[in-house]
């Protein structure tokens, strides 16, 4: 299934459990530089990139403890 992901900037810690679900769910390792999704750095503020490559699987939004990251089902259209 795919899903909508929807991210609020502000409440992004950097902890990077985003980016390590999904280099694991796809590169089947623990490497945030495969992952679909990434955290860019700026100060104290954490600026989230998805790239081309995402899926839209949601498992950045599973593994999301701050509420930055939701997912919502994509309408299936026939």
Do not use: H, W
């Not at 990434?38 to 490559?53: C, L, M, P």
């Amino acid at each position: 299934m795919k899903y909508e992901i929807t991210y609020i900037q502000e409440n992004c810690s950097g902890c990077l459990r985003c980016q390590l679900a999904c280099s694991r769910a796809y590169a089947r390792s623990f490497q945030p530089s495969a992952a679909c999704i990434k955290i860019e750095s700026r100060g104290a503020e954490y600026r989230i990139i998805f790239t081309k490559d995402c899926v839209e699987c949601g498992f950045c939004a599973d593994n999301c403890l701050f509420g930055a990251l939701t997912k919502t089902p994509k309408e299936v259209t026939a």
